[in-house]
């Protein structure tokens, strides 16, 4: 309530008193950063990589602070974030990738949704509830087959990364992922997804002839209320076509460009989740 309210000092003092956990930790690192207090944030974050060097909400904040602070981004986790973004197309051949897009659409077309749903970054537009690939129907069971062969490319790919985004890859993971429909007006507002590690979008249906990058994906270090010192904010912008693959660092801020057409923008989204050993 403090922190949404902007009153930092409050919020910090709350957050403070519980302990080793890495939502409150995290959020007590923004309050200074949020109030200005640049010199005891860093020493705060120098304090924080001691304890946790994977939480991803800190690393988007670190990533954005070094930015603006013209200074490093001492947090280990995944240090230039943008560099990490991938793209491919679904399946091997465009036959199989068309016809497996549009099966999967359809199948799509009878799931429940809700429109707009609280406490969601979904704007004008429809989003499953729970975890899609727990209904495992053969179209669902073979997109999730898909997505694990690109993250295993995806892996490989970057495997001689010294971040540790790249070096400490979840041995187990579960995949958690949901379907959105936008209609005309509709975007996702920037977010991260600090649950997961690599999170992803695989595209159904997009705008046939975007304006002004409408329904793109657009990456930045940027996010939440972030105070801006200097306009200077690496972003970069993907416009994918229908049965492609985006894959991305959870740490990442991402939104969605809004649709200025009466048009239809159909997507799954996911994380991977890492699993803990006992």
Not at 97 to 103: D, E, K, T
Not at 180 to 199: C, D, F, M, T
């Amino acid at each position: 309530m403090y922190y949404d309210q902007g009153k930092y000092a409050l919020a910090k003092e709350r957050f403070d008193k519980c302990g080793r956990n890495d939502v409150t930790q995290g959020l007590s690192l923004e309050c200074l950063y949020l109030m200005s207090k640049y010199e005891e944030f860093t020493a705060s974050l120098v304090e924080y990589i001691k304890v946790n060097q994977t939480n991803r909400r800190v690393a988007a904040l670190s990533a954005y602070a070094a930015n603006q602070l013209l200074q490093e981004d001492i947090y280990p986790f995944c240090a230039s974030p943008l560099d990490y973004v991938y793209k491919g197309q679904l399946a091997h051949s465009s036959l199989e990738n068309s016809r497996f897009v549009r099966a999967f659409e359809d199948e799509m077309t009878d799931i429940q949704t809700v429109w707009e749903p609280a406490s969601n970054t979904t704007k004008k537009g429809y989003r499953t509830i729970g975890n899609l690939f727990e209904l495992r129907s053969e179209n669902i069971q073979k997109m999730e087959l898909y997505i694990k062969n690109h993250v295993e490319t995806y892996f490989n790919k970057y495997i001689n990364s010294q971040n540790l985004f790249i070096k400490e890859w979840p041995k187990a993971f579960s995949l958690h992922g949901w379907f959105n429909r936008l209609v005309k007006g509709g975007n996702h507002i920037s977010h991260i997804h600090p649950a997961g590690w690599l999170s992803g979008v695989v595209y159904l249906n997009m705008v046939d002839d975007p304006q002004n990058d409408e329904g793109a994906i657009k990456f930045s270090l940027h996010g939440y209320n972030y105070p801006i010192l200097r306009d200077e904010i690496p972003a970069n912008t993907v416009q994918p076509q229908s049965g492609e693959i985006v894959l991305f660092p959870s740490s990442l801020f991402h939104e969605t460009i809004p649709l200025i057409q009466d048009s239809v923008r159909c997507a799954v989204a996911f994380d991977i989740i890492p699993i803990k050993d006992n």
